[in-house]
């Protein structure tokens, strides 16, 4: 047990005096009752007070043991305003500033039950002359403690008094984080908190130590529970397809046997669900062995992307919370920092690290050292468990990881395979075609409208324009260099690699791209919203802060719709963008050969079409959007 320990105090301080409400017990003798505080040590979801699974290790932390608090984030009864007087937008800041832990109350039972509990081992010979203080003398301004009565809880003040009986009892604390670990250079998560029990000018003293949970990213090894999207008004042609899209998305999502409706967003017409918010969760153990989970919608570090807001107009509530990352400085790219840019590595332990709750991986511009944010590398990297990995996207538009990789559940020992976009396979399928006399079938099956008239270029058109094979052969180079640097990291083995055919363009120059991807940004103002207009241009743009230099290297996008954009709904259940490649004796080679590359690893293969609604923006369907997962796994386990 910890006695009488010197630490710096916290401003959080609870004086504990014991009332005259029991016969008189005898002050300390010699030596002073034990003071014995315990938490939930070994993440059992109790607190033992009568044995000692929870006493060794009170004083420590580690991955897989000690106590852990939540970040009480959520707003459990939607207490939180959206709106200021008179129906105004509150600023992002005032959004973000409320929520459960920012006032000084317990609201109900679901806010109780986001409380860690810290208990005190009955103190039965407590003489009545006893005083007791509670500090937190380590992280008090991140962490806030409550008292448990019959009344029911209490916020734990200075002038917070206990009666001996009360001690005698065993005393019921409830604990919470205002705040996930933002830079653990400034706060690591850690919370000591120390109640000391003084009588007769003798004192005795207990501590326990707590950590906030990690906020965790998603990895495909978690069961899809329920899709995300935005649905677009309106009855113009753009948004007609794009209802379609959601149509389509919702059939198939049922199809995989998820039955939550689709959540939509409907506010600020960004099409690209998966670039303005990263879902994550934190979690400990509660009652009876289960988790106490909590989604925590992890905001886009683009600090003038308003379709961030809903997240807390519409999401933030019971069991859900929104973290606000936000400041993309001038020198940080700001397509990096969307989180199609963000996706994680399932579970893996290799070369003496382990990462028992998956990995981040991130895209970056090696060719001219543009990063996504520090604000949110520095937030991720802090939470000790997903140490972001990042990657080389200098050579696509929108740089992000989503285009090219991507992670299959596997029965194999690893539990996982990378999916990995092959642009070799692609000019192939393409080579193939033309030598057996198919160099006059059009490059894209597609069908036009009279808004967006169909591709018209043809295999051999293809082939031999200036820049596809080029484009190509540089981006399988790159591709295969990131390969390297995940296979090194993670163990992962060629025969472990599923490779799906791709094709990518540059395509930045009127002619070098022709009529076969005309830009979303390119369409008539009355055909798609301002708001989706303009960011289909900040995709393009791709720019390079203010440093305004050309881009060091070519810089592509996915030519055919890019396969491993796409969604995992199911263990074996995989959504792609339709491939509309060119037919051949009435099949679609691109087709054929993506249903060969998922069916080899064991996944079933389903079509959504993206072409008009996504793809000619840079984008598919996993871009456009989002997944909830599951969040029951204990992170902590290996």
């Known amino acids: 047990m910890a006695t009488s320990h010197a630490r710096r105090d916290a401003a959080l301080a609870i004086t504990v005096i014991g009332a005259v409400l029991a016969p008189v017990s005898p002050a300390f003798a010699a030596d002073p009752p034990r003071v014995d505080l315990r938490a939930d040590v070994n993440r059992d979801g109790q607190v033992d007070v009568t044995g000692a699974t929870d006493t060794a290790g009170e004083d420590s932390w580690s991955a897989r043991r000690g106590a852990v608090f939540l970040p009480n984030i959520d707003d459990d009864t939607k207490r939180c305003a959206i709106t200021g007087p008179g129906g105004k937008p509150l600023p992002d800041a005032r959004l973000a500033a409320c929520n459960d832990a920012t006032d000084t109350k317990v609201n109900g039972s679901g806010d109780a039950a986001d409380l860690a509990r810290v208990r005190s081992v009955p103190m039965a010979k407590l003489p009545n002359t ?84 990690p906020l965790l990213t998603h990895h495909h090894l978690q069961n899809a529970q329920q899709l995300l999207v935005t649905k677009v008004p309106g ?74 807001r809903e997240l807390f107009e519409k999401l933030r509530g019971n069991g859900v919370g929104v973290v606000q990352a936000s400041g993309v400085r001038d020198s940080e790219e700001w397509t990096l920092n969307s989180m199609g840019n963000l996706e994680t590595i399932p579970p893996y332990t290799h070369g003496g690290r382990s990462f028992p709750a998956g990995r981040i991986i991130m895209g970056e511009r090696k060719d001219n050292g543009s990063k996504p944010a520090r604000v949110m590398r520095t937030l991720l990297k802090s939470q000790g468990f997903q140490d972001p990995l990042l990657l080389d996207t200098s050579w696509l538009h929108v740089g992000h990881v989503d285009e090219f990789v991507q992670f299959l559940p596997a029965d194999t020992p690893r539990g996982w395979k990378i999916g990995i976009a092959d642009p070799e396979a692609g000019l192939g399928l393409l080579r193939d075609a033309q030598k057996a006399g198919h160099g006059r079938t059009r490059m894209f099956s597609v069908p036009g409208s009279k808004d967006m008239p169909a591709p018209k270029e043809t295999i051999d ?64 103002a009355g055909e798609v919203p301002d708001a989706v207009r303009e960011y289909g241009q900040q995709k393009e743009l791709a720019r390079h802060g203010d440093r305004g230099a050309a881009p060091e290297s070519v810089m592509t996008s996915a030519y055919v719709p890019g396969a491993v954009n796409g969604i995992l709904l199911g263990r074996n259940r995989y959504l792609a963008p339709r491939q509309w490649g060119p037919v051949i004796g009435g099949k679609d080679i691109f087709t054929a050969a993506v249903n060969a590359a998922y069916t080899g690893a064991g996944m079933k293969v389903s079509y959504l079409d993206d072409w008009y609604t996504y793809h000619l923006g840079q984008g598919e369907v996993h871009c456009g959007t989002n997944t909830l997962r599951d969040a029951s796994a204990a992170w902590w386990k290996p």
């Open 461 to 524: 058109q293809a082939l031999a324009s200036k820049w596809l094979v080029a484009d190509n052969t540089m981006a399988a180079k790159r591709i295969k260099a990131n390969l390297e640097v995940l296979k090194r990291e993670t163990g992962v083995t060629d025969a472990e690699v599923v490779r799906v055919p791709a094709l990518f363009t540059r395509g930045t120059e009127e002619g070098e791209r022709g009529d076969r991807m005309p830009r979303l940004s390119r369409m008539g």
């Open 235 to 308: 009855k113009d042609p753009y948004a007609r397809r794009q209802q379609a899209f959601v149509k389509g998305l919702a059939a198939e999502v049922k199809s995989a046997g998820i039955n939550k409706p689709l959540l939509t967003f409907d506010k600020y017409g960004d099409i690209w669900a998966q670039d303005f918010v990263e879902p994550g969760y934190v979690s400990m153990a509660g009652p009876g062995g289960r988790r106490q989970a909590m989604r925590v919608m992890l905001r886009s570090a683009q600090a003038d992307r308003e379709a961030g």
């Open 130 to 213: 006893a005083t007791g203080t509670l500090k937190v003398v380590a992280g008090g301004k991140n962490t806030r403690v409550f008292v448990k009565r019959s009344t029911g809880w209490t916020w734990v003040t200075a002038k917070t008094r206990l009666t001996a009986a009360e001690l005698r009892s065993g005393v019921e604390f409830g604990v919470e984080s205002t705040d996930v670990i933002r830079d653990s250079a400034v706060w690591d998560g850690r919370a000591v908190i120390r109640l000391t029990v003084t009588s007769g000018g003798k004192s005795t003293s207990d501590e326990v130590t707590l950590r906030v949970a």
